[in-house]
């Protein structure tokens, strides 16, 4: 079992800057591809962006240039950094562990709320 908490969401002005935290409570934290995942009120959940223990990242089309994914592999840390913020990146954004071999072993946080607003 692994535990996610997030941290770092709020409100913030289009063209702003958030950056948002996840601790993973996982003994073997290599292991786990870790993500960002959004959801909009009304629309599906969607994936953000994605990074391996090597370090490969994968980025939805809408945040590329904008958005940033990053690991401390020492702390158990995946972090996301969110610049020019645009409306509709509003959504509560979810962290997601997912071992690199056994799917099953899936995991997610209680998401954070971010808000672009003028």
């Known amino acids: 079992q692994v535990q996610l908490v997030e941290s770092g969401g709020g409100l913030v002005q289009p063209g702003g800057s958030l950056r948002l935290s996840c601790k993973a409570s996982?003994?073997?934290?290599?292991?786990?591809?870790m993500g960002w995942y959004r959801q909009a009120l009304g629309k599906q959940r969607e994936l953000v962006a994605v990074?391996?223990?090597?370090?490969?990242?994968t980025y939805a089309d809408s945040v590329k240039g904008r958005f940033a994914i990053s690991r401390d592999n020492a702390k158990n840390t995946v972090d996301l950094q969110m610049n020019k913020l645009q409306f509709d990146d509003t959504a509560v954004y979810y962290c997601?562990?997912?071992?690199?071999?056994?799917?099953?072993?899936?995991?997610w946080g209680q998401g954070t709320q971010v808000t672009v607003s003028s």
């Open positions: 997601n562990a997912r071992h690199r071999v056994w799917f099953s072993f899936n995991y």
């Open positions: 996982a003994n073997n934290f290599l292991s786990y591809d």
């Open positions: 990074i391996t223990g090597s370090g490969i990242t």
